[in-house]
């Protein structure tokens, strides 16, 4: 889910400035570009949230995937050890 936010997010992103791009091929005027401002920074906003939203959750899958790697490795370590002595 993670890689598909990302590549999502970049899509929107890339796919923002392009519109940004043919825009302004007929005329690079400030006049032509003051109009398309208003949707063109949320969306291109919007997509790099997207983006970072995706690389979170890959981040917190690692993490969750370590933690049961760590409490396997815990779990083994107080099966070998040996048992308290009575004294």
Known sequence: ?????????????????????TTLVPSPDIGNLIPILPWAFPAIAGGLLLVAFGA??????AIRIAAEQQAEIF?????????????
């Open 1 to 21: 889910m993670g890689k598909f936010l990302e590549f999502l997010g970049g899509a929107v992103t890339i796919g923002t400035f392009l519109l940004v791009a």
């Open 56 to 61: 979170m959750l890959d981040h917190l899958a």
């Open 75 to 87: 779990r083994q370590l107080l099966e070998r050890r040996s048992p308290p002595r009575k004294e």
